[in-house]
């Protein structure tokens, strides 16, 4: 069974940084084109980043590129989010997924996890 697991979620303070972490069990992350979404509430959910199966980032949201970054450990079987120099915009609900490739330009779609809380304020 396919499962993602998400966890690193918090509250913080503009500026501050944050890891989010995917744990993955029934298939291995390093062999799949993945990704994290967000939400806002009553926004649509969104790309923030995807990475492919070599393991290479693909996309970053303009508002995020330079400050997050995407990255797999294949041995661990987890997906990461760094995210740095945090603004209270990026504050949402922040799912691991798997870009199945039909879902890239449906992100509703993607298989995802049950998603971890980032909020940031001062």
């Known amino acids: 069974e396919v499962q993602l697991v998400e966890s690193g979620g918090g509250l913080v303070q503009p500026g501050e940084s944050l890891r989010l972490s995917c744990a993955a069990s029934?298939?291995?992350?390093?062999?799949?084109?993945m990704g994290w979404l967000r939400q806002v509430p009553g926004n649509k959910l969104e790309w923030v980043s995807r990475?492919?199966?070599?393991?290479?980032?693909?996309y970053y949201k303009s508002s995020v590129e330079g400050r997050f970054t995407i990255s797999v450990d294949k041995a661990k079987n987890v997906m990461y989010l760094l995210m740095n120099s945090l603004k209270t915009e990026d504050t949402a609900v922040y799912y691991c997924?798997?870009?199945?490739?039909?879902?890239?330009?449906?992100?509703?779609?993607?298989?995802r996890g049950q998603g971890t809380q980032v909020t940031v304020s001062s």
């Open positions: 029934g298939f291995n992350v390093g062999y799949r084109n």
């Open positions: 990475i492919n199966s070599l393991q290479t980032p693909t």
């Open positions: 997924a798997i870009n199945d490739g039909r879902c890239s330009t449906d992100p509703v779609t993607c298989p």
